[in-house]
């Protein structure tokens, strides 16, 4: 696990904060670069990129860095998200790969690895159910790459069936420390980035996120870690400047949480964490930034 220290961080939010999440940024970019790079060496044995990760990891916004390295390095690059091939009645975040299409989602990795076109289903999350107009028709480019994301993306039902695969698994990987003293976690920082992400993006109020949380993790230790060693490279999703940017965002709706709240001493340390920040302003991160994408309007 990497370290952010707190005072580098305030030091870096007081010498220009616009500067600090350009450079974050930066640092963030250039991992992405790194693993497309590794992927793209690993086309010959497969088209497929397999990226799985977490909830709040940030896959679907690594995803689309990872093409875009791709793309600018000329190799044509598709993707493609798990949640659409979810049966009908499930949702996103399901915690069993069960909960996926399996006999669809392997047809389709046997016909991607041999460079045959699929129909990519559609997912409506609204109504819980596949929309049958809405599927896409992906036709591999020779030599190109198909970038599969989600929850599941490395269980082995899937990653047996194109086992020379690139595999990647995404999270954020860095702690906040003050010297050797840990005042927050990556699962505390992938907790606020959900409820953020509930909050501005789903209207889920940010209590039920919370009592939700309990059984996203139970599924991540039955479902998705086991399966972190089947990667080939780890990318870590962390970001500088976020832990005072999303708790400044969630904080109103932390106020008056009623005793016995779920995860209420995570949200504790979280906002005592933030406290100790250099504050910053959301109105300072460009379109571009990862929170932007995935998780903030």
């Given at each position: 696990m990497n370290r952010f220290q707190l005072q580098a961080l305030n030091a870096g939010i007081r010498g220009g904060a616009a500067d600090f999440i350009a450079r974050c940024d930066a640092r963030y970019d250039q991992l992405a670069a790194d693993a497309a790079a590794r992927a793209r060496r690993h086309l010959d044995a497969c088209p497929i990129v397999l990226l799985a990760g977490p909830s709040g990891?940030?896959?679907?916004?690594?995803?689309?860095?990872?093409?875009?390295?791709?793309?600018?390095?000329?190799?044509?690059?598709?993707?493609?998200?798990?949640?659409?091939?979810?049966?009908?009645?499930?949702?996103?975040?399901?915690?069993?790969?069960?909960?996926?299409?399996?006999?669809?989602?392997?047809?389709?990795?046997?016909?991607?690895?041999?460079?045959?076109?699929?129909?990519?289903?559609?997912?409506?999350?609204?109504?819980?159910?596949?929309?049958p107009g809405g599927a896409r028709t992906l036709r591999p480019s020779p030599g190109g790459a198909v970038i599969l994301e989600g929850l599941h993306a490395l269980n082995p039902l899937f990653t047996e069936r194109c086992p020379d695969a690139f595999r990647i698994f995404a999270a954020p990987e860095s702690d906040l420390y003050d010297g050797e003293t840990r005042l927050l976690g990556c699962d505390g920082v992938r907790l606020l980035r959900r409820v953020v992400r509930g909050l501005l993006r789903r209207s889920v109020p940010a209590l039920e996120t919370l009592r939700l949380w309990a059984s996203v993790r139970r599924g991540e230790r039955l479902f998705i870690q086991p399966c972190r060693s089947l990667a080939d490279v780890t990318l870590d999703t962390s970001l500088g400047y976020e832990l005072p940017v999303l708790a400044r965002l969630a904080k109103p709706h932390f106020f008056g949480l009623p005793d016995g709240t779920p995860e209420l001493e995570t949200v504790l340390s979280i906002q005592r964490a933030a406290d100790r920040m250099e504050p910053m302003d959301p109105a300072l991160l460009p379109e571009t930034s990862l929170l932007k994408e995935e998780f903030m309007l």
């Amino acid at each position: 696990m990497n370290r952010f220290q707190l005072q580098a961080l305030n030091a870096g939010i007081r010498g220009g904060a616009a500067d600090f999440i350009a450079r974050c940024d930066a640092r963030y970019d250039q991992l992405a670069a790194d693993a497309a790079a590794r992927a793209r060496r690993h086309l010959d044995a497969c088209p497929i990129v397999l990226l799985a990760g977490p909830s709040g990891a940030g896959k679907t916004a690594a995803a689309r860095r990872i093409r875009a390295a791709l793309e600018a390095a000329g190799t044509a690059a598709r993707a493609v998200s798990l949640d659409d091939y979810c049966q009908d009645g499930c949702g996103p975040g399901a915690e069993s790969p069960l909960a996926l299409d399996v006999p669809l989602l392997t047809r389709h990795l046997d016909d991607l690895a041999r460079g045959r076109e699929i129909e990519v289903p559609c997912f409506n999350f609204k109504t819980r159910r596949r929309d049958p107009g809405g599927a896409r028709t992906l036709r591999p480019s020779p030599g190109g790459a198909v970038i599969l994301e989600g929850l599941h993306a490395l269980n082995p039902l899937f990653t047996e069936r194109c086992p020379d695969a690139f595999r990647i698994f995404a999270a954020p990987e860095s702690d906040l420390y003050d010297g050797e003293t840990r005042l927050l976690g990556c699962d505390g920082v992938r907790l606020l980035r959900r409820v953020v992400r509930g909050l501005l993006r789903r209207s889920v109020p940010a209590l039920e996120t919370l009592r939700l949380w309990a059984s996203v993790r139970r599924g991540e230790r039955l479902f998705i870690q086991p399966c972190r060693s089947l990667a080939d490279v780890t990318l870590d999703t962390s970001l500088g400047y976020e832990l005072p940017v999303l708790a400044r965002l969630a904080k109103p709706h932390f106020f008056g949480l009623p005793d016995g709240t779920p995860e209420l001493e995570t949200v504790l340390s979280i906002q005592r964490a933030a406290d100790r920040m250099e504050p910053m302003d959301p109105a300072l991160l460009p379109e571009t930034s990862l929170l932007k994408e995935e998780f903030m309007l």
